[in-house]
């Protein structure tokens, strides 16, 4: 199942269907939530991927948008899969401010905000909810 949801989106993307890329994005589905690249270094301890090939790997998958990425309090990049590319990159995150944890709130969507008397073209929109997390309140 899991190694589908791989395949599907790595099929989806274009890309080379490499094992490091299929247990990178492996790990971001089974996670379900953000993940730093060394968060996900430390989960795939068997599989012989150095930070560079991780690193690239993200960037590839990102720019594909099969997964977005998510700054952390701490300025440090969380990587999440995303299910829906041609959608974007439209529901908010949480971020708790006491633990630093950060979540996909992807029952919610970021409202669509168009200002109207710019020229500026949008190409994304992100959000971010502050907060404690259940462990922290
Ligand atoms: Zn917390
Ligand atoms: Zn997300």
Not at 44 to 72: C, M, P, Q
Not at 100 to 105: I, Q, S, T, Y
Not at 122 to 128: T, V, Y
């Amino acid at each position: 199942m899991d190694k589908e949801s791989a395949y599907t989106l790595l099929n989806k993307s274009g890309l080379r269907k490499t094992s490091g890329r299929v247990a990178i994005l492996n790990c971001l589905i089974k996670e379900q939530k953000p993940l730093t690249q060394q968060e996900i270094a430390e989960k795939l301890t068997d599989v012989n991927l150095n930070e560079v090939s991780i690193y690239r790997a993200l960037e590839a998958f990102d720019k594909a948008g099969i997964i977005h990425r998510v700054e952390g309090l701490d300025k440090v990049w969380r990587f999440a899969v995303s299910y829906h590319p041609l959608s974007g990159n439209c529901h908010p995150h949480f971020i708790c401010t006491e633990c630093g944890r950060v979540e996909c709130l992807t029952d919610l969507e970021v409202p669509k905000l168009t200002p109207k008397n710019y020229t500026h073209k949008i190409k994304s929109r992100e959000m971010i909810l502050k907060g404690y997390c259940e462990e922290c309140t």
